[in-house]
């Protein structure tokens, strides 16, 4: 019944830009926490980005390039991506919390657990 897809994904030169979209339908519970996170290959999922009604928490490596927002109806989420790096090459997803009742954004996102629906992701790739 729930569904998340992302889009926006590509191929950027380092330095550029991308953002980030991920469309959400069939909630039966609003969710509580949405979120970002990324995986390169080989390497373990990480949290990137989350957020709530109460405010938005970064992974280190991202603060200060990456803006996770959100519809008010909580059936969009983005993430703005600027100054990108090719460490930034991944594949990204979102995903939602509608199980939990505390809120996310003070939490540290890389190893963020609670996530109870996930999108199919959306590659990207930043040349250097």
């Known amino acids: 019944a729930e569904q998340l897809v992302e889009s926006g994904g590509g191929l950027v030169q380092a330095g550029g830009s991308l953002r980030l979209s991920c469309a959400a339908s069939?909630?039966?519970?609003?969710?509580?926490?949405l979120g970002w996170f990324r995986q390169a290959p080989g390497k373990e999922r990480e949290g990137v980005a989350l957020i709530d009604t109460a405010g938005e928490t970064y992974l280190d490596s991202v603060k200060g390039r990456f803006t996770i927002s959100m519809e008010n109806d909580k059936n969009r989420l983005y993430l703005q991506m600027n100054s990108l790096k090719p460490e930034d090459t991944a594949t990204y997803y979102c995903a939602v919390d509608t199980v939990h009742t505390t809120w996310c954004s003070s939490a540290y996102p890389q190893h963020y657990t609670g996530m109870n629906y996930w999108g199919k992701g959306t590659l990207v790739t930043i040349s250097s």
């Open positions: 069939g909630y039966t519970n609003s969710p509580y926490c």
